[in-house]
C-alpha cells in the first residue's frame, strides 16, 4: 500500500513553518497517543504514522530530500528514523508538554534534578487613607511565611550530614521506562524529583529546609499610588524547598473611602452644597483640600447647583513624577428647610417680585411645555 503524503499526515500545508510542523504533529501525537486510545486499535498505527511524518519534516536536509524525491528519496524505510534511539533522544524535549499531566509530571529543572524549588509568592492586602496616598508613607507590616531553617541552613538534612544522590535516578530527578515502541520519561518515584534524598532529616523542619516564621518587613509606599497598586518586594516570599530560591511577596493596595473626596486618577473632586441666598448673591466659601489645608473659592451670582469650579494642580501627586491633578469643587445649591413665619412671608415677597428674568430656566422650560401641549390640542 502506498504510504501517505507527511503533510497530509500531519494535516498541513507545504508551504509550513517548522514552528507549523512542531505544533501540528503535538496536537496529532497527543490526540493518538496509545494510552489514551486503549479501546482504539487503530490509534498506535496513525501515532507511528504521526511520528515518521515528523521525524522527517523536521529536519531541513530531510524535508527538502521529501519536497523533491517524496518517499523514495529514504528508500530503506523513514520509519527505521521514527522509532530507534535518535527518535527516544529527538523526543525528549517535548514529552512534558504532551504527556507530563497524565504520566506522571514534567521534568523538574531541567536535564538534572537540583533539590532545590522555589518558594510560593504571597499576597499581602493593605489598606491606607487617601492622604497617606497622597504623601506617601514607611509602613511596618507583619508577614507569617515559610522561612529558611536554620538548623540545617535550608538543606533539610540533621547537622552533620547532608543530602545524597538518588540511587533510583542517579540523580537526574526522573527515570525511563519503555512501553512497546516508545519510552517514556516520568518524575522519579523516590526523590520526587529532586535528584537527591534525606535520609536524615532536620528534626527542626522534617527534612523541608524550612519552618514558618512570623517577619516584620518594612514597604515604602510612594506617593500617587492607586487604589489596586501592586508592589513587589523580591525574595520576600515563601523561602524555597532544599535552599532553593525564596518566592517574592505582593502588596496590594487598596484606598479608603475619604469622607470629602473623591478620585478620578490624579484628580480630586469635592461636592459642597452652599446656601441658596450664597448662590443668588454670589460669595466666598472656604473648602479643604487633599493636602491637609483649605483654600477659599469664590461663588459668582447667579451659580447655578451642579456647577464646577476646577482648581489646578491641588489634586494628587502623579506616581513617580512632579506633576499633579486639579481639584474639582461642585456646588450643590440647598433648598431652605424648617421655614420660620417670617422667612415664608420674606420669600413670598421675593415671589411676587420675580419676572421671567428671575427664574430664566425654569420659566424658559415651562414655557416651552405650555407651548408643546397648546400643539397637542389643535
Known amino acids: 500500500m502506498a504510504k501517505r503524503d507527511y503533510y497530509e499526515t500531519l494535516e498541513i500545508q507545504r508551504n509550513a513553518s517548522d514552528e507549523d510542523v512542531k505544533s501540528a504533529f503535538r496536537k496529532l501525537a497527543k490526540k493518538y497517543h496509545p494510552d489514551r486510545n486503549q479501546d482504539d486499535d487503530s490509534a498506535e498505527a496513525k501515532f507511528k504514522a504521526v511520528n515518521e511524518a515528523y521525524e522527517v519534516l523536521k529536519d531541513s536536509q530531510k524535508r527538502a530530500a521529501y519536497d523533491q524525491f517524496g518517499h523514495a528519496a529514504f528508500d530503506g524505510g523513514p520509519g527505521g528514523h521514527g522509532f530507534g534511539n535518535d527518535f527516544s533522544s529527538s523526543m525528549s524535549d517535548i514529552f512534558d508538554d504532551l504527556f507530563g499531566d497524565f504520566m506522571g509530571g514534567g521534568r523538574p529543572g531541567g536535564r538534572r534534578g537540583t533539590g532545590r524549588e522555589r518558594g510560593s509568592d504571597l499576597r499581602y492586602n493593605m489598606e491606607i487613607s487617601l492622604s497617606d496616598a497622597f504623601k506617601g508613607k514607611s509602613a511596618k507590616i507583619t508577614v507569617p511565611s515559610s522561612v529558611s531553617c536554620e538548623t540545617c541552613s ?95 511577596l505582593y502588596i496590594f493596595l487598596s484606598i479608603q473611602p475619604h469622607e470629602f473626596f473623591q478620585r478620578d486618577g490624579a484628580d480630586i473632586f ?74 415664608k412671608e420674606l420669600l413670598r415677597d421675593f415671589e411676587d417680585a420675580s419676572s421671567e428674568k428671575t427664574n430664566p430656566e425654569s420659566s424658559g422650560f415651562f414655557a416651552r411645555v405650555k407651548e408643546f401641549f397648546d400643539g397637542k390640542s389643535d
Do not use: W
Open 154 to 248: 535550608g538543606s533539610g538534612a540533621k547537622a552533620g550530614t547532608s543530602p545524597t544522590r538518588c540511587q533510583t535516578c542517579g540523580g537526574m530527578g526522573k527515570v525511563r521506562a519503555s512501553q512497546g515502541f516508545f519510552t517514556i520519561e516520568r518524575t522519579c518515584p523516590n526523590c520526587h524529583g529532586r535528584g537527591e534524598v534525606i535520609d536524615s532529616p532536620c528534626e527542626d523542619c522534617q527534612g523541608s529546609g524550612r519552618v514558618m516564621r512570623e517577619r516584620k518587613l518594612s514597604v515604602s509606599i510612594p506617593a500617587g499610588v492607586e487604589d489596586g497598586t501592586r508592589i513587589r518586594l523580591a525574595g520576600e516570599g515563601e523561602a524555597g524547598m532544599h535552599g532553593g530560591q525564596s518566592g517574592d
Open 270 to 343: 469635592c461636592r459642597v452644597p452652599i446656601a441658596m441666598t450664597t448662590a443668588a448673591l454670589g460669595g466666598k466659601i472656604e473648602v479643604p483640600t487633599v493636602d491637609g489645608g483649605r483654600t477659599r473659592v469664590t461663588i459668582p451670582a447667579g451659580t447655578q447647583a451642579g456647577k464646577q469650579f476646577r482648581l489646578g494642580k491641588m489634586g494628587m501627586p502623579v506616581l513617580r513624577s512632579k506633576m499633579r491633578g486639579d481639584m474639582y469643587i461642585q456646588v450643590e445649591v440647598e433648598t431652605p428647610k424648617s421655614l420660620n413665619t417670617k422667612q
